[in-house]
């Protein structure tokens, strides 16, 4: 056996004792029935046919925030993005990107900017890009950000609110996950590995709580986790739900995360295997009860939901608290079968259906 997968292999066996440290005893362990919503818009079809749509993140435009933008991943091709009415707005053929995730308030040469990163399956990368005041996008990265993994695959970013510094995980298919320091150099934005962690199988969706220090992974066959999201902390996690849990059916896909203000909020869970997206609350990680996204007059409902998305922040009175975002893996149209898109939700619906505080 040679000395790196005897490191590799003492590395998972440590991770893997230290992850037996806690889990979380849910209060009401009833089942509870779902509750069918329908869909405010939908994105228009992506360029690409077959499982090609995956994942998306929102971007705040500060200057007039009804022209913010949704931007969601072409597994073959790239990046498209998407006004919230969802007009695809521009598209960018820079590889399989598989999820995507932004974070605002960089500072690269003198000026915050919104960085956007995903996992980039042609060559086994993390793309880095910045959103103009357009809304268009324009790729920063310093050199090509190499991953060491088998294949990257899940991905989310973390803002440190002790360093100001920003973070990327990236998860593999094999259950490894990398995090990344990100930095300016010459004008550009670089990265370094900074820790490793180790789920112990393919694992895909990820939110990091900035307010917490916490990051959520959802592994697939498993459960989903919650981990320190500081570099320097331990690789101890918290199990918040296995998958053969109540109103629970494996995969677990897209995780994200939404804020309520002073650190209260809830997270949210893509329960693919039912279709149906859990809620738990942010801060004890209970469990709150799980919707559906159903067909409606217009807008069909989802199935087979990989990436999700939601975001607190005011669009007029269409959207007065946010909206909630989920890729739909078999958009129809009557009985014809249309490329993958995203649904749009208003996060009010949401919130008045399972009583959210």
């Known amino acids: 056996m040679t000395s790196t997968k005897i490191i590799y292999l003492s590395l998972f066996t440590l991770s893997l004792l230290s992850c037996k440290t806690e889990k979380i005893k849910?209060?009401?362990?009833?089942q509870?029935?779902?509750?069918?919503?329908?869909?405010?818009?939908?994105?228009?079809?992506?360029?690409?046919?077959?499982?090609?749509?995956?994942?998306?993140?929102?971007?705040?435009?500060?200057?007039d925030a009804l022209k913010s933008t949704i931007i969601g991943t072409n597994k073959k091709e790239g990046l498209e993005v998407y006004n919230l009415d969802g007009q695809r707005l521009f598209s960018y053929k820079i590889g399989r990107v598989n999820n995507v995730d932004i974070r605002n308030g960089f500072m690269l040469n003198g000026t915050k900017i919104s960085i956007v990163t995903a996992s980039n399956r042609t060559n086994n990368t993390i793309s880095i890009l910045y959103v103009k005041p357009t809304g268009e996008l324009?790729?920063?990265?310093?050199?090509?950000?190499?991953?060491?993994?088998?294949?990257?695959?899940?991905?989310?970013?973390?803002?440190?609110?002790?360093?100001?510094?920003?973070?990327?995980?990236?998860?593999?298919?094999?259950?490894?996950?990398?995090?990344?320091?990100l930095?300016?150099?010459?004008?550009?934005?670089?990265?370094?590995?900074?820790?490793?962690?180790?789920?112990?199988?393919q694992g895909?969706?990820?939110?990091?709580?900035?307010?917490?220090?916490?990051?959520?992974?959802?592994?697939e066959n498993k459960a989903l986790w919650k981990f320190d999201a500081e570099p320097n902390t331990t690789n101890k996690r918290v199990q918040i739900i296995k998958t053969n849990d109540y109103n629970m059916k494996d995969d677990f896909e897209g995780v994200t995360l939404y804020d309520s203000g002073n650190g209260s909020g809830h997270i949210i869970l893509s329960?693919?295997?039912n279709n149906s997206y859990a809620?738990?609350?942010?801060?004890t990680n209970q469990y709150q009860g799980s919707f559906t996204l159903q067909n409606g007059n217009k807008i069909d409902g989802t199935n087979d939901t990989d990436g999700i998305d939601v975001t607190n922040f005011t669009f007029g009175n269409k959207y007065p608290k946010g909206i909630f975002i989920a890729q739909d893996g078999a958009n129809t149209k009557n009985k014809d079968?249309?490329?993958?898109?995203?649904?749009?939700?208003?996060?009010?619906?949401?919130?008045?259906?399972?009583?959210?505080?």
Not at 170 to 175: D, H, P, Q, R
Not at 183 to 201: M, T, Y
Not at 337 to 357: G, H, M, P, R, Y
Request: with cysteine; charged share 25%; hydrophobic share 40%.
């Open 279 to 283: 809620v738990f609350d942010r801060i």
């Open 271 to 273: 329960s693919q295997g």
């Open 138 to 181: 324009e790729e920063i990265a310093a050199r090509p950000i190499v991953s060491k993994l088998s294949e990257v695959y899940g991905l989310g970013m973390y803002k440190s609110l002790t360093t100001n510094k920003f973070y990327v995980f990236v998860i593999s298919k094999a259950g490894g996950v990398e995090q990344w320091e």
């Open 337 to 357: 079968s249309l490329n993958q898109n995203f649904k749009i939700v208003n996060w009010t619906k949401i919130s008045e259906a399972l009583n959210l505080k």
């Open 183 to 201: 930095f300016e150099n010459n004008s550009k934005v670089d990265a370094k590995i900074v820790r490793n962690i180790v789920l112990g199988s």
């Open 204 to 219: 895909e969706g990820i939110v990091a709580d900035d307010f917490h220090a916490k990051v959520y992974i959802g592994e």
């Open 26 to 30: 849910h209060i009401n362990q009833k």
């Open 32 to 63: 509870k029935p779902f509750k069918a919503i329908i869909a405010d818009a939908e994105t228009t079809p992506i360029n690409s046919s077959d499982d090609a749509a995956d994942d998306i993140c929102v971007w705040i435009n500060p200057n």
